[in-house]
Nanobody, 118 residues
């Protein structure tokens, strides 16, 4: 059974930091591109950051470059997102995604809520 379980969300003040984690099971984690998405109520899901299966290639949305860092530990089947200098408008549900484009496979976690507020 495929599972992606996010954790690490919570309440943080503007300018603060959080580290999200996503633990994967039920598939070969190291074979998948991994992504973090976020979504606010009534808005489309937005790609925040992605990392290649081996971890050597990373990409970020322009809005988070220089503040967020995506990483993975293939030995622990875990994906991370370090978020610094958080802004109030980044209050969203954050989702972990595993993807194999060639096979049309997309797995999703249930999300973790990040609230940036003073």
């Amino acid at each position: 059974q495929v599972q992606l379980v996010e954790s690490g969300g919570g309440l943080v003040q503007p300018g603060g930091s959080l580290r999200l984690s996503c633990v994967a099971s039920g598939f070969t984690f190291s074979n998948y591109v991994m992504n973090w998405y976020r979504q606010a109520p009534g808005k489309e899901r937005e790609l925040v950051a992605g990392i290649s299966s081996g971890g050597g290639v990373r990409n970020y949305a322009d809005s988070v470059k220089g503040r967020f860092t995506i990483s993975r530990d293939n030995d622990k089947n875990t994906l991370y997102l370090q978020m610094n200098s958080l802004k109030t408008e980044e209050t969203d549900e954050y989702f972990c995604n595993a993807r194999q484009i060639i096979y049309g496979i997309d797995y999703w976690g249930k999300g973790t809520l990040v609230t940036v507020s003073s």
